[in-house]
């Protein structure tokens, strides 16, 4: 099993950077995928989801508004498109892989550095 994060990096505040998720060694269409991040001192939390289907999302009030998450079940490929960064944006992005109802199969990606600076 294997989850690679991609997509991280430096932008200005305002910016917008896209991250991707490619899985593999699981059946991709079976798991919900989830964005979290973690700042420095700071616990681990959730950005953003997407069901197994694609057809039901749900964002942290922090991010509603600017983050879009997507998938492309024909690639296993989940996307976070984050519009508007902010300064406060900045953590490593965790790509996570849930199945849909064997909750005790889960996954986590090894993170991708978003920093948002001037």
């Known amino acids: 099993v294997q989850l690679a994060e991609s997509g991280g990096g430096l932008v200005q505040p305002g910016g917008s950077l896209r991250l991707s998720c490619a899985a593999s060694?699981?059946?991709?269409?079976?798991?919900?995928m989830s964005w979290y991040r973690q700042a420095p001192g700071k616990a681990r939390e959730l950005v953003a989801t997407?069901?197994?289907?694609?057809?039901?999302?749900d964002y942290a009030d922090s991010v509603k508004g600017r983050f879009t998450i997507s998938r492309d079940n024909a690639k296993n490929t989940v996307y976070l498109q984050m519009n508007s960064l902010k300064p406060e944006d900045t953590a490593v992005y965790y790509c996570?892989?849930?199945?849909?109802?064997?909750?005790?199969?889960?996954?986590w990606g090894q993170g991708t550095q978003v920093t948002v600076a001037s």
């Open positions: 996570n892989a849930r199945h849909w109802v064997r909750k005790e199969y889960a996954y």
């Open positions: 060694g699981f059946i991709f269409s079976s798991y919900v």
């Open positions: 997407i069901g197994s289907g694609g057809g039901s999302t």
